[in-house]
């Protein structure tokens, strides 16, 4: 079992920035891809980012590239989701979740069903 708490979720402004963390304890947080996941009222979950176990290789959706940078430190069993320049479209409740895979192809780390692991969320909520 691993267990996720999410923290740093809160309102701003649009343009501003955010930083959200993931703590993990549970197994060994280095053998998980970790991954940021969204979900806003009225829609489904969707894939942010997500970080392959050694940090190597980082992933984003579309939506978010350039904007949002997600980084691990496996020494302290955390993982970061830093936010700029956000939208009022970024609000929703983001996730944080861990995946134990060995490969990383991109389809795979941006779909949500090979995550077993999810913390309880917390809301980011962007005014206009």
């Known amino acids: 079992q691993v267990q996720l708490v999410e923290s740093g979720g809160g309102l701003v402004q649009a343009g501003g920035s955010l930083r959200l963390s993931c703590a993990a304890s549970g197994r060994t947080f280095s053998n998980y891809v970790m991954g940021w996941f969204r979900q806003a009222p009225g829609k489904e979950r969707e894939f942010v980012a997500a970080i392959s176990r050694s940090g190597g290789n980082l992933y984003y959706a579309i939506s978010v590239k350039g904007r949002f940078t997600i980084s691990r430190d496996n020494d302290k069993n955390l993982v970061y989701l830093q936010m700029n320049s956000l939208k009022p479209e970024d609000t929703a409740v983001y996730y944080c979740?861990?995946?134990?895979?060995?490969?990383?192809?991109?389809?795979?780390?941006?779909?949500?069903?090979?995550?077993?692991?999810w913390g309880q969320g917390t809301q980011v909520t962007v005014s206009s």
């Open positions: 979740a861990a995946a134990s895979l060995v490969f990383t192809p991109s389809p795979v780390v941006r779909n949500s069903g090979e995550y077993a692991y």
